[in-house]
């Protein structure tokens, strides 16, 4: 199982490239592919190693929510022409991460232990359990940060920076909470509960889009529902199915992104495990068997379905 670590293609009408922390974006003029690689980032850091087959379920689980929420919002997605790889709209993205919460957990939860009871600017009740449900989802964005750590910001101070319009922000967050809402009607289908995520919207042709991916186990946090209640009952840790046991592996050996702290090595035991985690919630998700991808030569493989594509959309 060889995993993408990083790709560097030259496609027709290629203008530029950048390297995010997962995914590659190449800018074809009025269009973007998006190659999901097997990198994983955690506390705004990319670790040591890659994780076999991560892209492939985060490029095919964003592609099957994309599409059970078209009626919601439009979004940039065209076409999956490899299973890495994403082919759509370029939009202009808006500099924030519209992150919506329906449960007190991860960061908002250490925030809560830390005392505090305002997050970006909403109110969070006093006596809550940690992975407590709020009394309806709040929404708590975020800037997106080009470098570095993403930060809290509240309503007002997006106002008053002039990032979004009174009726932008209104939008967004419409739209947030009834994708948000979809999601968790979707998840609690098949025994699960969406905790908390992100959402991110650029602008094309004067209209708000839905980019990147959603409900992705990158960008989402999910519980499962049986024995939920117990758990909370007696205080204990949820069982999930998300990113969050990486974050919770990373601080157990003394890691949170600060400079002052080693990344710890990643044993292949390890690296294996969280593959499996990303495949279980693939076929949690969308109740569909995963199905690998050639993995001998995935560069290769990728290059080779991504030009038969293009030059099909060319000509």
Known sequence: ??????????????????????????????????????????????????????????NQIAAYFLREVEDIVPHWLLATPDPNVSYGLKCDPI????????????????????????????????????????????????????????????????????????????QLESYALSLFHRGSI???????????????????????????????????????SEGYEDRLDKGEKQQQLSKEFVREWLMDKGFQGLEVQKMPDMPDEFVRKISQRYITLYEKMTGETFVPAPSENPLDRIERNVLKFLKREIS
């Open 186 to 224: 979707m998840a609690r289908k098949k025994g699960l509960i969406l905790v908390d995520t992100k959402y991110e919207f650029g602008i094309h042709n004067d209209k708000i889009y839905l980019i990147d991916e959603i409900h992705t186990p990158d960008s989402s946090r999910y519980y499962y």
């Open 1 to 58: 199982m060889r995993a993408i670590q990083t790709t560097n293609f030259k496609f027709p009408n290629q203008i530029g490239i950048y390297h995010g922390k997962v995914r590659d974006v190449y800018d074809l003029g009025d269009h973007i592919l998006m190659i999901a690689s097997d990198r994983i980032s955690a506390f705004d850091h990319i670790l040591p190693k890659s994780i076999p087959y991560k892209g492939q379920v985060l």
């Open 95 to 170: 500099k924030l991460e519209m992150v919506v919460r329906g449960y007190l957990a991860g960061h908002a939860w250490r925030e809560y232990q830390a005392g505090k009871r305002t997050l970006c600017g909403v109110s969070m009740p006093d006596g809550m359990k940690e992975s407590e449900a709020f009394p309806r989802p709040i929404v708590t964005p975020a800037t997106k940060a080009e470098e570095g750590h993403d930060e809290d910001i509240s309503e007002r101070e997006i106002l008053e920076k002039g990032i979004l319009h009174k009726s932008e922000w209104k």
